[in-house]
C-alpha cells in the first residue's frame, strides 16, 4: 500500500514561531487533506489540496504532486494550535480510502 | 445538528458486553467510514460503506459488525471484544466522487 511520512514528528515553538510540517507519500493521488486533532481527539479539516497552494489565515498548504510532498505553513503560532497535525492521501485508484501518516506533534508554549 | 456526530462519546464495556456505536452524518454524503485510532498510532480505516454498499472490510475481526441502514446513518456494533479494542473509533463521510472527508468526534472505548 501507499507510505505516508510526516516530519518532525515532534515539535515544540515559542508563540509567535512560524513552522513548516512535512508530508512524503510514495505513489501518485487523487485526494490529500490535513487535519489538525485537537486534545479530545476531534478531528479538524484544515485543507483539501490534491494539488497546488491554498491558505486559510494564518495557515497555508502546498501539494506538490509530481514529486509526492505536501507541506503544512504555520505563522505566527498560538497556543491553540497545540495538538497532533495528520496528512492523509487517497491513492489513485484507491477507492476513497484515505492512509494516514503519523502525525507531528506540536505545543506551542508562552 | 449539523457535521457528522457520534454517540456515545465515551464507553465502557466488558469482554462480554454487545453494545454498538452510532453515526450521523448531515452533510448530504453518500459515503460513510469507520476508522480506528489506538494509543500512538495513526487512524486505521476499518470500514467504507458507499451509497450503503459496504465496498471495504480492512481485514478487521468479525467481533466488529458494522451496520449501514441509509446514507445519514452508519452503526458499528461490537460483541465479545477484547482488551486491545479499546481505542477511538472516529466515523467520516464524504461524497463518493470527491472524497474529502469530514469525521465525527469519536467515541472513546475501554475494554475491560
Known amino acids: 500500500g501507499i507510505q505516508v511520512e510526516q516530519s518532525p514528528p515532534d515539535l515544540i515553538l515559542q508563540e509567535g514561531a512560524n513552522s513548516t510540517l512535512r508530508c512524503n507519500f510514495s505513489d501518485s493521488v487523487n485526494n490529500l487533506q490535513w487535519f489538525h486533532q485537537n486534545p479530545w481527539g476531534q478531528l479538524i479539516n484544515l485543507f483539501y489540496i490534491p494539488s497546488g497552494t491554498k491558505q486559510n489565515g494564518r495557515l497555508s498548504a502546498t501539494t506538490v504532486a509530481t514529486e509526492r510532498y505536501s507541506l503544512l505553513y504555520i505563522s505566527s503560532s498560538q497556543t491553540t494550535d497545540s495538538g497532533v497535525y495528520f496528512c492523509?492521501?487517497?491513492?489513485?485508484?484507491?477507492?476513497?480510502?484515505?492512509?494516514f501518516g503519523t502525525g507531528t506533534q506540536l505545543k506551542v508554549e508562552l | 445538528e449539523t457535521g457528522v456526530t457520534q454517540t456515545p462519546r465515551h464507553l465502557v464495556m466488558g469482554m462480554t458486553n454487545k453494545k454498538s456505536l452510532k453515526c450521523e452524518q448531515h452533510l448530504g454524503h453518500n459515503a460513510m467510514y469507520w476508522y480506528k485510532q489506538s494509543a500512538k498510532k495513526p487512524l486505521e480505516l476499518m470500514f467504507v460503506?458507499?451509497?450503503?454498499?459496504?465496498?471495504e472490510n480492512n481485514s478487521v475481526p468479525s467481533r466488529f459488525s458494522p451496520e449501514c441502514p441509509n446514507s445519514s446513518h452508519l452503526f458499528l456494533h461490537l460483541h465479545t471484544l477484547q482488551p486491545e479494542d479499546s481505542a477511538l473509533y472516529l466515523c467520516?463521510?464524504?461524497?463518493?466522487?470527491?472524497?474529502?472527508?469530514?469525521f465525527g468526534p469519536g467515541t472513546r472505548l475501554t475494554v475491560l
Open positions: 467520516a463521510s464524504s461524497h463518493r466522487t470527491q472524497n474529502e472527508q469530514f
Open positions: 492523509a492521501v487517497e491513492r489513485e485508484g484507491g477507492g476513497n480510502k484515505l492512509t
Open positions: 460503506y458507499s451509497l450503503e454498499e459496504r465496498v
